[in-house]
């Protein structure tokens, strides 16, 4: 069974995170202890809300210093949402805040025009996006679904693994090596989202 | 926009229980909300919609609950309304798993209830339902149910619920609902010119063609509906089917493990269908895509007419439905077979099969005639079984397939004098009892008798626990895949018996 640490930071609802990982036979440490995620081999941040209170209560609680020494370890990372931003370099989410800089690239409002924020079920186009473990066996043009009202851009190509289209294209899944991370909500994404949660879960890189 | 229009089927609860009962086929408790929202989402739907109609202070504790239960199996995005009267029991809600609330008459007494939501958890938690009648030229917001009329303009009230922070409206014509005559769509187009947010389209959903209009012509980003789907008039799969034709962008509905499935260039697939009782043959059909999807939705036999270029459902006229037990697939994904339990002939001729002998070819060993109905290829073993879901009775050595129907048939229509009635009159314990009768006789047979004499006491005890299993309602099918799985385990575990 794998291991699955899920960062407790207290930012948002992460039971239904929890209970999507666990229907797929991981077993699930809820925690906000860094020691604990030192040494984990799977770590999902998840995220709901604004981004600059979350960045400074992951840094603040050690749970950032944590993480990185897992990822040292070689542990695999899954940024979910507000999580995924997180992994960026910086947000322009009221005012500039500096991201974990894991991905390259900043997170950035829709431009005008665009429905804000970007909620409901939309496909994901991997023409573009480098092939990888990230969505790997999903059918292609697959629906997910998404809640936000920002998105990253000027990702590196390389690190690309889907786009969506909401007002243009945006990166939606993104991956560098053990740094994986999905704008949309795989734990509410029915099938197409299981699929992703075990391409996590897998030994498979 | 590539947002799809998302298909919403909606439970209406009450003390933790669904009040209209669901007329799913298998369902074990059409009243228990959480396994309806498992058949929802495994059908297609895009997000469920649960309303507490009873909504009483007392029962809050009630929906907290039920909320946490659904949470725990669903994985698409389920919105909780009814009683939501304050920022309390929207955080109970949104944190017992809930994606989002609904509020409606209370907002209405108190409009910057909508803004404290919306500050406290964010826009798109916060959906407000909003029931309009039209009274005269306009359409007025009506509360209660319908049963109050206020004398809000519904435009007027949109507007200003979107000022204060309202991520989507949930309209419900109250003129329309229970109609089953069409959306109205004139409220929704009224509606839609007074917001930009995303309007979910409820009340007046009867039939398949009423669902691309709201979206088209109304506006909406989102249909709802109960009736059509809790009476399984229409699967959320043929209501999406029906948006997609219609030109509207839709999250496809294809059952899991019909992707696989490889059409030939005119996008059918052969179906060979047995009967699940019996391993007997009945017919050898074709299916595209669509008639795939509703057998497995609805577990009734659908297919595809060459000949009349159409979709049919076998019984449709003749109410001769085949209810199906299992779809599976052959290893080159280019064929499909349906286990099925057929509630009378197969053939259109009246004839239990389709098949029937062209020439006597003679069977070596004791057999005798034709072998239209024992499928004695799959007796040398499932080594040889192609099809990739569990197996169906196999090989029937004994003989018992008959048996399994008669002993069915009686069950269903009972006839005077009959023993297999009179026992089965008697329940599941007189079965059991009469199997352990017949068990003991078979092993004082067994170190007593001759062969014929042993013979017949299986025979009585292989008849007893048909019987059993006709009283107990198991189907052979369970009996076959319990002893699949053990020889699957065997060989997991053993492979040099093998």
Same mark, same amino acid.
């Not at chain 2, 990739?388 to 399994?404: E, H, I, K, Y």
């Given at each position: ?32 202890? =860094? /020691? &604990?995620?030192?040494?984990?081999? *799977? $770590? +999902?941040?998840?995220?709901? @809300? #604004?981004?600059? !209170? ?43 805040? =500096? /991201? &974990?800089?894991?991905?390259?690239? *900043? $997170? +950035?409002?829709?431009?005008? @025009? #665009?429905?804000? !924020? ?52 945006? $990166? ?34 | ?498």
């Amino acid at each position: 069974m794998t291991r699955v640490v899920l960062l407790d930071y207290g930012v948002g609802n992460v039971f239904s995170v929890r209970r999507a990982l666990e229907r797929l036979g991981a077993e699930v440490v809820t925690t906000s202890d =860094p /020691g &604990l995620v030192a040494a984990a081999s *799977r $770590v +999902v941040l998840p995220g709901v @809300g #604004a981004f600059a !209170p979350a960045r400074e209560r992951l840094a603040a609680s050690g749970l950032e210093a944590g993480l990185r020494a897992a990822l040292d370890g070689g542990a695999r990372l899954l940024g979910l949402c507000l999580g995924f931003q997180l992994l960026f370099e910086a947000s322009e989410e009221f005012g500039t805040t =500096p /991201g &974990l800089g894991l991905l390259s690239g *900043r $997170v +950035v409002p829709f431009p005008p @025009g #665009a429905r804000v !924020p970007h909620v409901g079920w939309n496909r994901l186009e991997t023409d573009g996006a480098a092939d990888g473990p990230l969505l790997a066996g999903l059918p292609r043009g697959s629906y997910v679904y998404f809640v936000h009202s920002f998105r990253p851009e000027g990702a590196d190509p390389a690190d690309v693994a889907a786009f969506c289209d909401h007002g243009g294209r945006f $990166v939606a899944a993104a991956r560098r090596a053990n740094v994986w991370g999905c704008q949309f909500h795989p734990e509410k994404s029915s099938a197409a989202g299981r699929r992703i949660l075990e391409n996590f879960l897998s030994e498979a890189a | 926009m590539s947002l799809a229009v998302r298909v919403i089927p909606c439970l209406d609860v009450a003390g933790g229980r669904v009040v209209k009962g669901l007329k799913f086929e298998n369902l074990r408790d059409a009243g228990d909300p959480v396994e309806a929202a498992r058949r929802y989402e495994a059908e297609g739907a895009d997000e469920l919609c649960f309303l507490d109609v009873a909504a009483s202070h007392e029962e809050r504790g009630t929906l907290v609950g039920l909320v946490a239960r659904v949470a725990d199996v669903l994985s698409i995005p389920f919105t909780v309304g009814g009683g939501v009267r304050s920022v309390e029991d929207a955080a109970a809600l949104l944190s017992a798993g809930a994606d989002r609330v609904t509020v409606n008459t209370a907002a209405v007494a108190d409009p910057a209830l909508v803004t404290r939501l919306a500050e406290r958890f964010g826009s798109q938690c916060v959906v407000v339902a909003v029931d309009a009648k039209k009274d005269g030229e306009r359409y007025v917001v009506s509360t209660h149910g319908g049963r109050r009329i206020t004398t809000t303009g519904l435009a007027e009230w949109v507007g200003e619920v979107t000022a204060r922070g309202a991520g989507e409206i949930l309209l419900t014509s109250m003129d329309a609902d229970g109609t089953l005559a069409g959306f109205d769509l004139a409220m929704l187009k009224a509606a839609r010119s007074a917001t930009a947010l995303p309007i979910v389209a409820s009340g007046g959903a009867g039939d398949l063609a009423h669902f691309a209009p709201a979206v088209l012509e109304g506006g909406a980003d989102a249909v709802l509906a109960a009736s059509v789907f809790h009476d399984r008039v229409y699967t959320v799969g043929q209501v999406k089917r029906a948006l997609a034709k219609a030109g509207v962008p839709v999250r496809p509905a294809i059952p899991a493990g019909l992707e696989e499935v490889a059409f030939d260039e005119r996008g059918l697939v052969p179906v060979v269908v047995r009967d699940e009782r019996t391993g007997a043959v009945l017919t050898l059909a074709w299916a595209n895509e669509e008639a795939l999807a509703l057998t497995v939705e609805t577990r009734s036999s659908h297919f595809w007419s060459r000949s009349r270029r159409e979709l049919w459902k076998k019984g449709e006229t003749s109410g001769n439905v085949q209810r199906v037990v299992r779809v599976s697939l052959d290893c080159d994904r280019d064929a499909v077979l349906y286990d099925v339990e057929p509630a009378g002939p197969a053939c259109h001729t009246g004839a239990r099969s389709c098949f029937s002998p062209i020439s006597a070819i003679p069977v070596e060993g004791p057999g005798e005639g034709m072998m239209v109905d024992a499928p004695a290829a799959r007796a040398a073993g499932d080594a040889a079984d192609c099809s990739s879901a569990v197996p169906g009775f196999g090989g029937d050595p004994f003989g018992l397939g008959p048996l399994f129907e008669v002993v069915a048939a009686r069950k269903a229509h009972p006839e005077p004098g009959s023993y297999t009635n009179r026992l089965l009159a008697k329940g599941v314990e007189k079965c059991a009892q009469k199997v352990g009768e017949e068990g003991v006789e078979t092993a004082l047979a067994a170190v007593t008798r001759d062969d014929a004499g042993l013979a017949a006491e299986i025979a009585d005890l292989m008849y007893h626990v048909v019987v059993l299993m006709a009283a107990r309602g198991l189907s052979p099918g369970a009996v076959a895949a319990e002893l699949a799985e053990r020889r699957q385990k065997r060989r997991g575990t053993r492979p040099e018996e093998k």
